[in-house]
């Protein structure tokens, strides 16, 4: 949950408090008691075309992601009153393919003590049976975080439209001699299921400036003890929001269920940094005779190391699609207007599209890219032959919607000898990438496209890379420079970077960018980076945007294989 307590309560205390403790089944009324809000205005030119976001209003963190009877839910933190955050409701759409989505009501709002004044984020969990339940936060009448338990009322229906609230609630809560602090003890994980039998969640919290994932154990998944120790901790990290914790194959690029264990996987521990809004993750070993985690050596235990996203993502949760043996990646895309323009446009925040997970062949760090399903959506294919790509040219790519549109490109490097010696005090990519930025003109780089670019090229959004010479390697860094992309400058135009494990000597630079109006989603060497950018254009909207293939380099790079592809719209409703 990306919001602490007092937050929440300023804006919604008025509504749900009114409503007093309602029957566990009774939530249903109160959604339609709560008065909607008005509707959005009709020219909408942000509003994405791929990317899941409802109709009007906040959206917040993915909750419970899950593949039920064959059907895919997404459950997500939703605002029905407005498109700022407040009054949260756990809403639900499903799919059958995560690109077309049709809604249903909502899956949880406040009904009972436990969480009165708030049904925050948490988790999905199928139990052996296949039953799915779910683990969530409660805020009670104390504006305590507690956590509670909610199961489907017809497991055969696959839409699972109506959930039933545990009356043992809440299974999980703090207390004085459990030293846990009641207003930093939210978001429960996915459960796992080890070979004893027993279940195991995390909970994140933190105890002064150090971040904690709080570990329970249970045998039935109704009575939770806490373990005298956390799974992991970490110093200066503050408080651990919407923590993940998940095998991964080794030399594999499937996924496994989560209470997979054993010498053929290693563990990935995911969390959310309330302080900075990055997710980062490190990849390690979970001890299950000591239920502990431990980092591998070398895994940088912050957000300084590897995160999914270097752009707008937050508070992501993955699930195991057991019908395509894959792990899939949601992710809330957060904004970058002001909450005036959210109003005034009548909604904010959308989901990232769903990532494929994998580790990749090092072992050191993940990889990820766009599920295959997305490329469903793809139309009228453009093509750019073969060339050389000569320092201080663009290339204007025609016959392409560039508003709404999934590139790929790559590039091949021809005088790496040439390539800007790398300063050794140069190590936080995103401030590099901010001195560095698309208009400063460098050797090997920048290098890549010109998004949602404007006629004239007032506004333009640019993913690039520019390779500098390290001590004993060549270094590649991947930017997504905003500083441009809206004339707007009530917006944030923040600009994103990270260092991409690749060898340019030996290998191409693969870029893929997913264009959506008002989102560049973009995945670097294959996956290995990825960044997110939430852009407001003024100029370059609909028809207006224009796309490029850019050099800014003095020397020359070679375009070995250039696709563009129209999207289509997705149905979702």
């Not at 602490?4 to 008025?14: C, E, R, T, V, Y």
């Not at 049709?102 to 009972?112: D, E, G, N, R």
């Not at 760090?365 to 959506?377: A, D, F, G, N, T």
């Amino acid at each position: 949950m990306a919001i602490s307590s007092a937050a929440w309560l300023l804006f919604s205390s008025f509504l749900f408090l009114s409503h007093g403790v309602l029957q566990l089944q009774a939530s249903h009324h109160l959604y339609r008691d709560i008065k909607a809000s008005s509707s959005p205005p009709a020219f909408q030119p942000y509003r994405t075309s791929y990317h899941f976001q409802p109709p009007k209003n906040w959206i917040n963190d993915p909750n419970g992601p899950m593949i039920y009877k064959g059907v895919y839910h997404l459950l997500y933190q939703y605002n029905p009153k407005g498109a700022v955050w407040g009054n949260i409701v756990w809403a639900h759409s499903t799919s059958t393919d995560l690109v077309n989505w049709t809604p249903h009501v909502p899956a949880i709002y406040p009904s009972q003590p436990s969480d009165i004044n708030g049904c925050w984020s948490g988790s999905t969990t199928i139990l052996p049976s296949g039953k799915p339940v779910i683990l969530y936060t409660g805020v009670n009448p104390q504006n305590q975080q507690v956590q509670n338990l909610a199961t489907p009322k017809n497991l055969s229906d696959p839409y699972l439209t109506q959930w039933v609230k545990s009356t043992k609630n809440p299974l999980m809560a703090p207390t004085i001699a459990n030293q846990i602090n009641a207003s930093s003890f939210r978001d429960p994980t996915t459960a796992w299921l080890g070979p004893d039998r027993i279940w195991r969640v995390l909970i994140g919290s933190k105890r002064n400036r150090r971040g904690l994932a709080i570990l329970y154990r249970s045998k039935d998944f109704v009575h939770w003890t806490k373990s005298q120790h956390p799974l992991h901790s970490a110093t200066d990290t503050g408080m651990w929001e919407c923590p993940d914790f998940f095998p991964v194959r080794i030399n594999a690029n499937i996924g496994v269920d989560t209470s997979v264990i054993g010498p053929h996987v290693k563990h990935v521990l995911k969390l959310s940094l309330d302080d900075t809004k990055h997710d980062y993750y490190t990849v390690g070993t979970y001890n299950l005779n000591k239920d502990i985690y431990v980092p591998d050596k070398g895994q940088v235990d912050n957000d300084s190391g590897l995160r999914y996203d270097y752009g707008k993502f937050y508070a992501s949760k993955t699930f195991f699609d057991g019908a395509k043996n894959r792990r899939i990646l949601w992710g809330w895309i957060n904004e970058s207007s002001s909450v005036e323009d959210d109003i005034k446009k009548g909604w904010s925040g959308v989901m990232a599209i769903p990532r494929s997970i994998w580790l990749d062949k090092s072992g050191k760090q993940l990889v990820q890219w766009p599920i295959s399903e997305l490329e469903r959506l793809r139309e009228n294919q453009v093509n750019l032959p073969n060339q050389v790509l000569k320092g201080g040219l663009a290339l204007e790519v025609s016959g392409v919607t560039s508003a709404q549109a999934d590139i790929e490109i790559s590039f091949r490097t021809i005088e790496l000898q040439n390539a800007e010696k790398l300063d050794p005090s140069w190590t936080n990519p995103q401030a590099l990438c901010s001195q560095k930025g698309a208009s400063v003109k460098g050797r090997l780089g920048p290098f890549g496209l010109l998004a949602l670019a404007s006629k004239g090229l007032q506004e333009q959004t640019a993913v690039f890379f520019r390779i500098f010479k390290g001590q004993d390697k060549y270094v590649v860094l991947m930017c997504s420079d905003q500083s441009r992309s809206s004339l707007n400058n009530g917006n944030d135009k923040t600009t994103y970077g990270a260092f991409l494990d690749v060898n340019p000597s030996s290998e191409e630079l693969l870029l893929r960018s997913l264009i959506d109006h008002s989102i560049v989603e973009s995945f670097g060497g294959e996956g290995k980076a990825c960044i997110t950018a939430r852009v407001y254009p003024t100029l370059a909207i609909q028809n207006e945007a224009h796309l490029h293939v850019f050099n800014n380099g003095t020397e020359n790079v070679q375009i070995t294989r250039f696709s563009a592809w129209s999207m289509k719209k997705a149905i979702i409703t």
